[in-house]
């Protein structure tokens, strides 16, 4: 019996793998955080002037929320991550039944493949599916300080949307 168990243990400790001096395996830790943006502002109207319900001639004044995204990001593990974005915004359509009500509609929905383990020295690789960000869009309000006050102008005359949906790759 002690030659049985001698011998299966021997089997045991040799079929454990272990890390090799200096590798770190990669953290698989999952997670979710959630995340806003708020597009808002306090407007005063100056001329022309509006009549109250006393009768009083009065300047205008509003405060409104043009857009909020709700940014869901997380991480599956360390090679599948995801981005789940939905946009509150006021419906400006003088045709639609929703016209100057608030509407919730999905922003961004993706899924995302990292590749790092496969691409040696190319950090930074990734295939994604879903609605994601024009890159065109997205590097312009990188930098433009005037989002605040609306898109864009490319997304804003309707030459391109800022999300569509399909497949994207991108590497360093």
Known sequence: LATVLSAAAVRLASAQVTPAAGYTPPD??????????????Y????????????GNTISSTAFNVARTYINVTGNI??????????????????????????VFRLKYGYAQLGLDDWTGNWKGTW????????????????????????????????????????????TN
Do not use: C, M, W
């Open 28 to 41: 698989d830790t999952q997670s979710v955080k959630v995340g806003g943006l708020i597009f808002y502002d």
């Open 43 to 54: 407007t005063y109207t100056k001329q022309p002037k509006a009549t109250d319900a006393a």
């Open 77 to 102: 593990n360390h090679l599948i991550s995801f981005r789940i974005t939905p946009d509150v915004t006021r419906d400006t359509d003088s045709g639609s039944a929703l016209s100057g009500n608030l």
């Open 127 to 170: 295939i994604r599916l879903g609605q994601q960000q024009n890159v065109l869009i997205d590097y312009q309000e990188s930098y433009y300080r005037y989002r605040f006050q609306g898109t864009v102008f490319i997304e804003r005359d309707g030459f391109i949307p800022s999300a569509d949906a399909g497949v994207s790759f991108h």
